[in-house]
């Protein structure tokens, strides 16, 4: 059930579009020193953008520390707010359709994780 709702992301939700976009973002973003943490969570976010059916997001130990804090801080003000914006409206437009549930469900995932990214994995 996961390949076929994978298959269908890519085709269908837009998957490889999102992939793209944030794959260059992170490597555009890692070719500053400063920008290699940010660089690797945009990395992050393409993986799941491109097969997020079958993954989930969990939470590491080192994310109450107040490094992740401070670059979470600074994710959302640079642009992860809009980001996470993005994927909630997409969320809401494939909401309208009974078919487009599972998408929109995949939608809300990304917009968590791009929302705040740093202390947190991909499983």
Do not use: D
């Amino acid at each position: 059930m996961n390949l076929l709702g994978n298959i269908l992301w890519i085709i269908l939700g837009g998957g490889i579009i999102l992939f793209l976009e944030y794959i260059i973002a992170g490597l555009m973003l890692c070719a500053t020193i400063i920008g290699i943490p940010f660089g690797i969570q945009c990395i992050k976010l393409s993986l799941l953008a491109l097969l997020p059916f079958g993954k989930e997001i969990r939470q590491t130990e080192k994310a109450t520390g107040c490094l992740s804090t401070v670059m979470n801080l600074i994710w959302i003000l640079i642009g992860g707010i809009w980001i996470a914006l993005t994927h909630l409206i997409f969320a809401v437009i494939c909401a309208i359709t009974i078919i487009g549930i599972p998408f929109a469900k995949q939608h809300m995932k990304l917009a968590t994780l791009s929302l705040v990214p740093f202390g947190k994995e991909v499983v």
